[in-house]
T-cell receptor
Framework: GAVVSQHPSRVICKSGTSVKIECRSL??????MFWYRQFPKQSLMLMAT?????????EQGVEKDKFLINHASLTLSTLTVTSAHPEDSSFYIC????????????FGAGSRLTVL | GENVEQHPSTLSVQEGDSAVIKCTYS??????FPWYKQELGKRPQLIID?????GEKKDQRIAVTLNKTAKHFSLHITETQPEDSAVYFC????????????FGTGTSLTVIP
């Protein structure tokens, strides 16, 4: 079955530093990956759609300069939280969609970011 | 854009009883409706999905029904077990690669032993 690996699972950083989160599709190619933010006991908030070889599409209210997304290959997308602040602390989840058009989303295990 | 609403936000049932979660959507173009189960601190997992050319789909204790006219779909869990306790999300999408999924707000299900 489809497997998506997300790394790191937990990260603690100081305010002002940048943090990179990786999302990899291990056994399939994913032209499109999605990045979500999830607050405790809340739903998945779509942040951006990551397209291989082109710029990401950001949702309204999401700062593109704050949350840098790079989709350099068909199996890897990265989210970089730049100049992180405590309010950026959250659970970030990626998902990937197969190129085959099956439309099924497979989620990564999520990354818990804590900014001190 | 698409707007997905989900009810109830919390649901408690006795073990062995049935649980029903309902979602409505706004975009008549949506034609794919998956349901995800998320246990605490873990990734959402697809448990069942339905396409708009089907009215009902069943997989063991889990079933999903779709009413295209009314734009609503429901998740039914029968003979609930404690391990069914989790947060369940519905979603709506249009079948094509790269299209967005719009998620409901989630239902926290607790099955009481």
């Amino acid at each position: 079955g489809a497997v998506v690996s997300q790394h790191p699972s937990r990260v603690i950083c100081k305010s002002g530093t940048s943090v990179k989160i990786e999302c990899r599709s291990l056994d399939f190619q994913a032209t499109t990956m999605f990045w979500y933010r999830q607050f405790p006991k809340q739903s998945l908030m779509l942040m951006a759609t990551s397209n291989e070889g082109s710029k990401a599409t950001y949702e309204q209210g999401v700062e593109k300069d704050k949350f840098l997304i790079n989709h350099a290959s068909l199996t890897l997308s990265t989210l970089t939280v730049t100049s992180a602040h405590p309010e950026d602390s959250s659970f970030y989840i990626c998902s990937a969609q197969r190129n085959s058009g099956a439309n099924v989303l497979t989620f990564g295990a999520g990354s818990r970011l804590t900014v001190l | 854009g698409e707007n997905v609403e989900q009810h109830p936000s919390t649901l408690s049932v006795q073990e062995g009883d049935s649980a029903v979660i309902k979602c409505t959507y706004s975009d008549s173009a949506s034609n794919y409706f998956p349901w995800y189960k998320q246990e605490l601190g873990k990734r959402p997992q697809l448990i069942i999905d339905i396409r708009s050319n089907v009215g009902e789909k069943k997989d063991q204790r889990i079933a999903v029904t779709l009413n295209k006219t009314a734009k609503h779909f429901s998740l039914h869990i029968t003979e609930t077990q404690p391990e069914d306790s989790a947060v369940y999300f519905c979603a709506a999408s249009i079948l094509r690669t790269g299209n967005q999924f719009y998620f409901g707000t989630g239902t926290s299900l607790t099955v009481i032993p």
